[in-house]
């Protein structure tokens, strides 16, 4: 099993629209999870980091963490083509401090 | 602004040959990690390292070597390149408190092995 794992898609999805990404993950110690985005031909950049349960917003970002299914999720409203990137889910593992993994990415694509 | 410089942008090398990558980061970071883009797989981590002269090994060391001297220099060694190292490479750096997340990534490095 990955220890990181999300549907590569692509997703499309029209403009306006909501935008929703899936990721599991197998350490079930982990505290620390990460959305990045990355633009084609670029390097990624970290959009939202959540640690606790629940929802996290911010602007039209929304992260999701629920560690007892050991899902984290990310939201994105009022979807924009800007929005049409790479998206990857990265965890920090408990098992070995300062470990940053990263799954397979999601491309997303915002269809006008 | 912040900065995290790879060396070289493109590399074309023969296999066998002994290959090195730099990456040299301007924000006193003292963690730095090298990790590896293939289509379908992710980035996928090599080695990192969270001070100088110390290494640990990422979930794909195998072929490669690492060097931290200085706590700006992050290098990464193919000591005998082969083609299934052909890869796009990505260097970043993040502070000591890695709990934030925020890795500064490098403009890559790709690097094609003939």
């Known amino acids: 099993q990955k220890e990181v794992e999300q549907n590569s898609g692509p997703l499309s999805v029209p403009e306006g629209a909501i935008a929703s990404l899936n990721c599991t993950y197998s350490d079930r110690g982990s505290q620390s999870f990460f959305w990045y985005r990355q633009y084609s031909g670029k390097s990624p950049e970290l959009i939202m980091s959540?640690?606790?349960?629940g929802d996290k917003e911010d602007g039209r970002f929304t992260a999701q963490l629920n560690k007892a299914s050991q899902y984290v999720s990310l939201l994105i409203r009022d979807s924009q083509p800007s929005d049409s990137a790479t998206y990857l889910c990265?965890?920090?593992?408990?098992?070995?401090?300062?470990?940053?993994?990263f799954g397979s990415g999601t491309r997303l694509s915002i269809r006008p | 602004d912040v900065k995290v410089t790879q060396s070289s942008r493109y590399l074309v090398k023969r296999t066998g040959e002994k290959v090195f990558l730099e990456c040299v980061q301007d924000m006193d970071h003292e963690n730095m990690f090298w990790y590896r883009q293939d289509p379908g797989l992710g980035l996928r981590l090599i080695y990192f390292?969270?001070?100088?002269?110390?290494?640990e090994k990422g979930d794909i060391p195998e072929g490669y070597s690492v060097s931290r001297e200085k706590k700006e220099r992050f290098s990464l060694i193919l000591e005998s390149a082969s083609t299934n190292q052909t890869s796009m490479y990505l260097c970043?750096?993040?502070?000591?408190?890695?709990?934030?997340?925020?890795?500064?990534f490098g403009e890559g490095s790709r690097l094609t092995v003939l």
């Open positions: 970043a750096s993040s502070p000591v408190d890695t709990n934030t997340g925020e890795l500064f």
């Open positions: 390292s969270y001070d100088v002269k110390m290494k």
């Open positions: 990265a965890v920090l593992l408990y098992s070995s401090a300062s470990k940053i993994i």
């Open positions: 959540i640690y606790s349960n």
